[in-house]
């Protein structure tokens, strides 16, 4: 049951999602399938894209509230594109810092994540 404003219903702990099931979700946002029509998943994976260059495409979405203990949680969670293969990553981190700076830090921590595999270098 979902519960709450339409535009913040996933933050009062009624709609729990897992790093698993993001990372599904995600493949068929990126392979067109889920239940929507094609042009509105393609939409927003459009979207999504936040850095495009001649040696990688990175799209993701982020995310970010608090759970029933009171941590900071962020979420990172896309894709990235390097000579025609596609890499997905669900990156979730948790604070119970209250000024811990969620939104740099969840995009920081992924790039080094993935930087560290060898990605951003049009090699994969």
Known sequence: KISGPVDSFWLNNTLKISPDEQLGLLKKLYFEQLPFRKSVQQTMSRLMVQEDNTAYKLSYKTGWGFDEAGNSI????????????VYFFVTLLKSPDKNFD???ARIAITKDILKSYGFFEGKK
Request: glycine share 14%; proline share 7%.
């Open 74 to 85: 962020g979420w990172l969670t896309g894709w990235i594109e390097e000579n025609r293969h």
């Open 102 to 104: 969620m939104v740099p």
